[in-house]
């Protein structure tokens, strides 16, 4: 049985290697760029099951990213999770993502994420028993 796809986009080697990491081991199969000018062509091929996208990338933002997405047919359906520091700014009215992680972030929150979207592969971690944010306790 084949590995649905994700498609992270992301430019920092180190959240490359923790990200790629953390999805290997939640059962899916990653295809990565660091280059935000080919993430549409990639998605169009590869048709990921989510895509991971960087708000801050060298040469188009995420936001931007997400805006092309949401406006093609073939890949307006796909779910975004939008990574982006604690201290970023995000605004409301920007184009509508399906979950958000903050940097730094930990293997529970990658899974929660993808978990309350509903894109966690069969087989994945079962985790800490967590199964909705709604469950986490504040502050863990």
Not at 22 to 46: D, R
Not at 103 to 114: E, N, R, V, Y
Request: aromatic share 8%.
């Amino acid at each position: 049985m084949s590995r649905p796809k994700l498609l992270l986009v992301e430019n920092d080697p180190y959240f490359i290697y923790l990200l790629k990491l953390y999805a290997e081991q939640s059962g899916f199969s990653v295809v990565n760029t660091s280059s935000g000018s080919g993430v549409f062509a990639l998605a169009q091929q590869e048709q990921p099951a989510v895509i991971v996208l960087e708000s801050e990338l060298p040469e188009v933002t995420g936001w931007e990213i997400l805006t092309h997405l949401r406006s093609e047919p073939c890949t307006q359906q796909i779910p975004v999770v939008m990574c982006l520091w604690h201290d970023s700014q995000h605004r409301a009215d920007m184009t509508p993502f399906e979950a958000l992680l903050h940097k730094p972030m930990q293997f529970d929150d990658f899974i929660l994420a993808l978990r309350d979207i509903g894109v966690l592969p069969e087989g994945g971690p079962d985790g800490d028993g967590i199964t909705s944010r709604a469950d986490r306790s504040p502050g863990v």
